[in-house]
């Protein structure tokens, strides 16, 4: 079956869905749009608001799709603007041979799977059938702003924005108020009480709008009965001492340079929507060839699912930064959700990092598949990483974890069940026991490449590079 704008209206589950597909239908939503060689399956991938792009992929009429977004419509709008862009502007699509997570689509297409149907409306329920005539009429037909409604908008964000900071201050001394309390009590006891203590401020954290300190607290008790009892007290003094730091520093924000302005306001709840980060010239831009290391998923106490894609840059230029972060939060409620992009995939593209005194987290602005990446050399051995890591927490005091990218290292064993990284001058630093099996076929290799998250006491291997090839963690 030919694809027609006839067809699509058919495929479409309301008009909703086609006027939303018709938002879609710009350059800038769209890195990558490609056809098969022989015109059979379309591909793409389109921006959203979070830090990486859906994958859509569908049969060239629509007869089966899948899209990696949480949509419950089928087919959902980045399906249908696939589509209508096919029909309106085939000289969009690159012809192309499919990646592989295009290919496994296709193998499963084969072996019999489909993609879900939607219900069809019969009777008086059906009422007016979508039409894409009739989204493009609404989309001409919108009413433009008004100038003083406009105005209104504006000054009502601005006492909302104001009403925000006020109770975010109330809350910042609630907090303060807290810590000296736990203090006073002593610490020797302090992880078995940390989760009733910390239960009720966290809420009034929520209210009071800072979310990101109420987060830290939530996770508290998590992180301390994580660690070794020998090793609980001096962890607590540490996260309550960057709490109280980020709270001092959100209050006196105005003698802060801009970036460490924007870490505090991050840390304590505010966000940047991805459009302001677009927006923001002074942003930094890296446009390289980008190594996915690994992705790491995470539960957070909010129900929220914290998943994030670490990118090494491959660039030759040791000016630029090192790796980058895409962090995407999805509910747990909507039940597994899957990385955008594999480890060990190349991407070729620009990331775009939010303004931080230790830039690490990014938006991927744009991409394309890159074909071949040689892994990135760094200075040899353990001390010029280690000493890049200490000059990032001076400008970042409260910094949990930051990417090590090391060269000329080995892994070796370091007493029952434990590993280290150890350099040819006899430095090491412990690795997570957790990953002790993990990492057993990289014993015995030297000159190994790494890029770990170091926290100041312990590594989390990532990748490597070796002379038998390339590894990445599985979470």
Known sequence: ?????????????????????????????????????????????????????????????????????????????????????????????????????????????????????????????????????????????????????????????????????????????????????????????????????????????????????????????????RVGEERRADLAIERLGAMALIASAYRHQDRLPAPLRDDVRRAVGWSLRREELLA????????????????????????LRRLETWMINASTDINQPRAAVLIDFVPVSGGGAGFPFSPGELIEGEVVFYPSAAPLRGLLASRKTAITARWPQSLPGLTPALQDYAGRLAALPWLDRWPLLLSNVALRTAGKNALGIADVSGAAIAVERSQFDQLLPLLGLDDVSLLCLWDGRTAQVLAADTPLGRWHHED
């Open 280 to 303: 923001d010239a002074t942003a930094p831009r890296v446009t390289s060839v980008w190594i996915v290391a690994a992705n790491l998923s995470e539960v957070q106490p909010d129900k």
């Open 1 to 225: 079956m030919s694809l027609t704008r006839e067809r699509i209206e058919g495929l479409a589950p309301d008009q909703a869905s086609l006027a939303a597909a018709l938002k879609l239908v710009k350059p800038a939503s769209w890195p990558v749009l490609a056809a098969s060689t022989d015109a059979e399956v379309l591909w793409g991938e389109c921006q959203g608001s979070g830090a990486t792009p859906y994958r859509i992929v569908t049969a060239a009429d629509g007869g089966s799709y899948k899209c990696t977004c949480p949509s419950r419509k089928f087919p959902c709008k980045h399906v249908l603007a696939v589509l209508w862009l096919r029909v309106d502007k085939p000289e969009r699509f690159e012809s192309a041979s499919p990646p592989q997570w295009v290919e496994d689509w296709s193998a499963r297409r084969r072996g019999g799977g489909h993609s879900p149907g939607k219900p069809k409306p019969d009777g008086d329920e059906a009422g007016t059938p979508p039409s894409l005539d009739a989204a493009l009429a609404e989309a001409a037909t919108t009413t433009p702003a008004d100038p003083k409604a406009a105005a209104r908008a504006e000054a009502q964000r601005e006492r909302i924005k104001a009403e925000r900071e006020g109770a975010i201050l109330a809350g910042l001394d609630e907090l303060e108020r807290w810590i000296a309390d736990q203090l006073n009590q002593g610490l020797a006891d302090f992880a078995g009480r940390v989760g009733s203590a910390a239960r009720t401020l966290s809420t009034r954290l929520v209210d009071a709008k800072a979310g990101g300190l109420a987060a830290r607290l939530d996770q508290l008790g998590t992180e301390l009965f």
